[in-house]
């Protein structure tokens, strides 16, 4: 059990759990409404977003969120035109439960970039929930500071659909803003749920934020979360909180141990940081960077990517011929008798599922 807000003055509060999203951002559709998607081609939009135009950037995104035949056709050119200007960044996936200071971190670690001369796009998988009518995105000013930093581009997802959605859709908004020229990709996720199994998927790098003290039952992290990590970073390692801090550190370092060696010989660090008072960011940041040098060496970080290619392939695949198995006119018309049949005991799964394909393969024929 999660326990919540045990104190709100205490550095190890933990925020309530958010639920994980429902479809995919019906709003989307609307907001592209008066601004005329025909009004640019694909190729004026990858041109305004090569030359680092954000709002073409910004527009480019909501037509890739909208659910409208019309704009998913336009965004597909606009992606085609700019996957050959994609790839040159290094892609981080940052995860956490709530409270546990991802937006303070990312901050602090962005302004850290930016100033060093790094362009900086920072996209959160916003798990907001239709029943909460809730955002964690919109509930607080998140990072004010990189908001209107010039060498930094927030995006929210926000998410109304399933997270295969969501995740697909980021996938693509990291290649327009590596397009737009963006060095630095920041993937946020709140570790709750599968989405960081998602989120993995499309990194080049996994941290985990934590806190000291909490526990990993008590932050909702599963083993599973841990072993993808490629760093653990132990947040809010300041005032009473250090000892503590380091003590964490040196737990899950011994954790880390037990775990089999990874594929691309890199062992995970595990550090403290104060998000709050910038403490611990550059080093953080450091290693990150070592990393990537390290894995381009040994060819891992080439690896990694031209895998999460091919899964990519799969994963579209899968996701056409789901939508065309489900919007087949012969399917649809069966389908409310057999779901009935098979709700009644009267018709085994299997069997539903065969009728149902050969149905569909047929009227494909
Ligand atoms: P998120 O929900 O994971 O994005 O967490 P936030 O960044 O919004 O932080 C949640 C709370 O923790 C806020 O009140 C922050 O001010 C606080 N916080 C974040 N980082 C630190 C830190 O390094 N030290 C302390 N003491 N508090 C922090």
Redesign the pocket.
Known sequence: MQKENRDNKS?L?V?KGIEQPASFNPQAAKMLKGTKPGLLTAKEYAEGIKSGNRTILSKAITLIESSLPKHQKLADDIMELCLPFSGNSIRVGIT????????????ALGKHLTTSGHKLAVLAIDPSSKRTKGS?LGD?T?MEELAADPDAFIRPSPSAGSLGGVAKKTKEIIILCEAAGFDTIFV?T?GVGQSETAVYSMVDFFLL?MLAGAGDELQGIKRGIMEMADAIVI?????D?VAKAELAKREYKNALHLFPPTESGWIPFVDT?????KNGIEEIWEKIANYETRMKKNGYFQKRRREQKLKIMFETIQESFQNSFKNNPSVKKLLPKVERMVLDGNLSSYKAAKQLLEVYFKSIK
Do not use: H, Q
């Open positions: 550095a509060k925020n956490g439960v709530p409270g546990v200071g991802k937006s303070t971190f990312i901050e964690i607080k998140r946020e709140v934020l947040n809010k390692a300041d005032g909180n940081c104060s998000a709050r008072e």
